[in-house]
């Protein structure tokens, strides 16, 4: 019973396995991952395993017969990939080799998102009017135009942001 299962194990082996993409989100992200497809008439699909750990793999997805997966929504963090084959009578073959992703949980605009939810938009004004009346307190951030002050000169700033306006920062 070992001999036949570990033949196949050398057969469908996947032999290459790419990071293609780093998805872009602010303070999620998409990885794209794409690997050769295994060619052997009996494939019945691909499993997709990652984790946080190098090598331990606390998540598998079962993919279907597509050389390609996109994992979507990851927060921030480092991530290890890796991918099997498995046929149709359910023998899967062993981890290809492993890629690593790493998410970036810094946006290039955190200096407008005001509460760190990842858009740009009317509750971070609000968020920097409570900061200029006193009502809240956001250390290090709202000086918009870098003046030493949180004031209605940074408000209009973020409202011209989100107008379009502006980058943030600039
Ligand atoms: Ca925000
Ligand atoms: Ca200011």
Redesign the pocket.
């Known amino acids: 019973m070992y001999a036949p299962s570990w033949r196949l194990v050398r057969r469908i082996l996947v032999t290459s396995f790419a990071l293609i993409a780093c998805g872009t989100a602010v303070l999620a992200a998409d990885i794209k991952l794409a690997w050769d497809a295994n060619t052997e008439s009996d494939l019945a699909g691909y499993k997709v395993y990652y984790g946080t750990v190098s090598g331990a793999y606390g998540t598998v997805i079962s993919v279907g017969n597509q050389p390609n997966y996109t994992v979507t929504g990851l927060p921030a963090g480092t991530y290890y990939f890796a991918v099997t084959a498995y046929n149709t009578e359910g023998l899967e073959s062993g981890f290809s080799n492993e890629v690593s992703a790493t998410v970036s949980g810094t946006p290039s605009t955190s200096a407008c998102d005001l509460n760190a939810d990842g858009v740009i938009n009317a509750v971070d004004l609000q968020v920097l009017i409570n900061v200029i009346l006193g009502t809240q307190t956001l250390p290090g951030k709202g ?5 030493g ?3 209605v ?2 408000l209009q700033i973020l409202a011209n942001v989100i107008l379009g306006l502006h980058a943030c920062p600039f």
């Open positions: 000086d918009l135009n870098a003046d002050r949180v004031d000169l940074d």
